[in-house]
């Protein structure tokens, strides 16, 4: 079975702040990558998929790149309403979840 | 606009059968390409994949939980029926259901839609 890691498991940034979070696969899994944020009481929401691709109506602060076993995602300036717990998701005919990374204001 | 509701019991006993359904709208069981999907979040802890079945009727299962899933669906119903055998209080979490996404001629098992979950307490 495919395993994500995902790092780190919790972050404190500021407004304004690059943040990044990455997710290492345990074999090649191209790009069948997903990112999802989730806020508390809610059920994810897709960000990105493919990898890199940009869900409709999600903002373009949100980025994905990375291909193989190694992908990052980022937010390029954080917003409040960033405050959430996002994860990464392995999909083929197998689905996997990395363990999420909490992310909120420093 | 796809929507997709959970319903079942809130409390279970312990080595019981759990039945779940998820009411769909907005899209078709039978579209070439279609997927729902079953997840759960136990309280404080990641998600966890469980089933998708496809609009074929095909069906995948998380390889540890195999044994005691069981994915259908109702195309006149517009649901999709998840059943889970012999209950642990491990087994306590919200469960989701999910929409496959489709797109650009081609479909993944990445879900864009989610029901909002409902929370299942397995207790003795």
């Known amino acids: 079975d495919i395993q994500m890691t995902q790092s780190p498991s919790s972050l404190s940034a500021s407004v304004g702040d690059r943040v990044t979070i990455t997710c290492q696969a345990s074999?090649?899994?191209?790009?069948?990558l997903s990112w999802y944020q989730q806020k508390p009481g809610k059920p994810p929401k897709l960000l990105i998929y493919d990898a890199f691709n940009l869900e409709a109506g999600v903002p373009s602060r949100f980025t994905g790149s990375g291909s193989g076993t190694h992908f990052t995602f980022t937010i390029s300036s954080l917003q409040p309403e960033d405050i959430a717990t996002y994860y990464c998701?392995?999909?083929?005919?197998?689905?996997?979840f990395g363990q999420g990374t909490r992310l909120d204001i420093k | 606009q796809i929507t997709l509701k959970e319903s079942g019991p809130m409390v279970v006993k312990t080595t019981q059968t759990l039945t779940l359904t998820c009411t769909v709208s907005?899209?078709?069981?039978?579209?070439?390409?279609?997927?729902v999907g079953w997840l759960r979040q136990p309280p404080g802890k990641a998600l966890e994949w469980l089933a998708v079945i496809y609009w074929n009727d095909n069906k995948r299962y998380s390889p540890s939980l195999r044994s005691r899933l069981t994915i259908t669906k109702d195309t006149s119903k517009n649901q999709v029926v998840i059943t889970l055998n012999n209950l642990d209080p491990v087994d306590t979490a919200t469960y989701y259901c999910?929409?496959?996404?489709?797109?650009?001629?081609?479909?993944?098992?990445?879900?864009?839609?989610w029901g909002q979950g409902t929370m299942v307490t397995v207790s003795s």
């Open positions: 074999q090649d899994i191209k790009n069948y």
């Open positions: 907005g899209f078709s069981l039978s579209s070439s390409g279609m997927g």
């Open positions: 998701q392995h999909y083929d005919n197998v689905i996997t």
């Open positions: 999910a929409h496959r996404r489709c797109g650009g001629g081609s479909c993944y098992n990445t879900f864009d839609m």
